[in-house]
């Protein structure tokens, strides 16, 4: 009878001690989602100020402009994983120029620092793509940023048809290209200062977003150079990008 006895305690013990971890999990977890809608409170404000700076009289550039919309759109992918609810469908065309010539001017000023190039090479068709704009965008500039970190300093954008497919291709001139004099760009810099490390975020969007619009995504890297390639579906080979 004792035996079955210190089974049943030991049963209620274990059962106890489980649901007292599960309590303990369920606290951290609740801290840690508090934190982060802090941390989600905070950093709304000074894009609000930065709105509120740009929204003068005077047009604001068009660098400011896009970086804020794509910063917002970020922003509320961070409150749906945190807190939930459903993505908005945002399935458009997209112009092919506009979405190149817009990363260009986004991040010619940080490849102006290292002493680099970054240009729009041949852009075609005149067409669109079908999809999310504001994901086909941060796409490209994770292959932008990507390319200056770890590339060659002359960065050329450019897109190709291929059938019903476009080709949008991010290619560089090499390391070893690179001057000796190479200035550290200001994101370095505080990477460098805080120990912070690279954890390839920003090719894992890529592929993504890749996936999301049943395209695909590849990277060609030799000693001179490297090329990024982002293939998806025209406009006219909608169903498929839907």
Known sequence: MSGGIDIATAGWSLAATL???????????????????????????????????????????????????????????????INGGRAPAAREPVDVGELVASTVGRWHGRVALTGGSLQAGQVEPAGSLYGDPADLAQALDNLVVNAIEHGGPRIVVATRAQ????????????????????????????????????????????????????????????????????????????????
Do not use: K, W, Y
């Open 19 to 81: 649901a007292m971890a599960l309590t303990a999990q369920g606290l951290r977890a609740g801290r840690r989602r508090s934190a982060l809608n802090q941390a989600l409170h905070e950093l709304r404000r000074p894009l609000q100020a930065l709105t509120l700076a740009i929204a003068g009289p005077r047009p604001a550039p068009p660098v400011a402009s896009s970086s804020l919309r794509l910063a917002g759109v970020a922003l509320a992918r961070l409150d749906r994983e």
């Open 163 to 242: 059938g019903e497919r476009l080709l949008l291709t991010v290619s560089d001139s090499g390391r070893a290209s690179r001057p000796g004099s190479r200035r550290e760009t200001p994101a370095e810099t505080l990477a460098r200062l805080s120990g912070g490390r690279r954890r390839g975020h920003g090719l894992s969007v890529v592929r993504a977003v890749a996936e999301a619009h049943r395209g695909r995504f590849v990277l060609r890297r030799s000693e001179d150079g490297s090329t990024a390639v982002l293939e998806l579906p025209l406009e006219g080979d909608r169903e498929r990008a839907a």
